[in-house]
């Protein structure tokens, strides 16, 4: 069974966290639903996650030179399946989409990733194989951080995710508060958690994140 749901435990680390008053070369990391702008030009990136000391959530990214996602691959307790991605540019070299493929149950299934004029990945069409596809949608403000992450099932919002971002004196990214509501309370009561990042590589990505359970995630990253 396709594990797209599974990636719900991590979505609190999904986040785009730019740092402060900069513009560094930037890659979409992206994938399940998620979206995320990380520093530098990424060439690998490996996540995990440990809950009580057992792994249970492992994903593999790899990118092509231009920052663009080429293949993710998640084991899940035991499972694992592969999405295989290309960009799509219009003739004037500026993204347009991307589009994942993956196989369920042995039928081929689409998700396409749209970008805006602004280079942002604003929206996910989750299955764009069916007549009315899960889709997600990302705002973002004017420092490109993501600060809204609307999903959507049947046309209808189904939850809604806003992100705050907190920094040291270095104006590096430390951590993220995210308040999540839901359809099942009109939207109205919000449930909140914290994500600290307390290891770094140089380009100021986090490689070790704690979340409100002192759970541990972790990242290995690789640069062109």
């Not at 809950?51 to 663009?68: A, E, L, P």
């Not at 399946?81 to 070299?93: E, L, Q, R, V």
């Not at 046309?155 to 839901?182: D, H, R």
Request: proline share 2%; net charge positive; charged share 25%.
């Amino acid at each position: 069974m396709r594990l797209k749901k599974s990636i719900l435990v991590m979505t609190i680390l999904l986040s785009s966290c730019a740092p402060k008053h900069q513009k560094p070369a930037s890659t979409w990391l992206y994938g399940y639903g998620q979206v995320e702008k990380v520093n530098g030009k990424v060439k690998t990136l490996t996540t995990g996650k440990f809950v009580h000391g057992n792994m249970k959530v492992d994903f593999s990214y790899s990118f092509d030179d231009k920052g663009n996602v080429i293949k993710i691959e998640n084991k899940f307790n035991g499972d694992s399946d592969t999405t295989k991605y290309s960009t799509a540019y219009n003739n004037n070299g500026q993204k347009m989409e991307a589009i994942g493929l993956y196989f369920d149950s042995g039928k081929s299934i689409k998700e396409i990733y749209k970008y805006d004029n602004n280079g942002y990945l604003v929206k996910c069409i989750g299955n764009a194989n069916d007549s009315s596809p899960d889709t997600d949608r990302f705002i973002y403000d004017n420092a490109g951080n993501l600060v809204e992450h609307q999903q959507y099932f049947e046309k209808k919002p189904l939850w809604i995710f806003k992100y705050k971002y907190f920094y040291n004196k270095s104006a590096v990214c430390t951590g993220v508060e995210q308040s999540m509501t839901t359809w099942r309370d009109s939207f109205k009561i919000g449930h909140k958690d914290t994500t600290r990042y307390i290891s770094f590589d140089s380009n100021s990505n986090w490689l070790k994140a704690v979340d409100v359970l002192n759970d541990t995630s972790y990242r290995k990253i690789t640069y062109y």
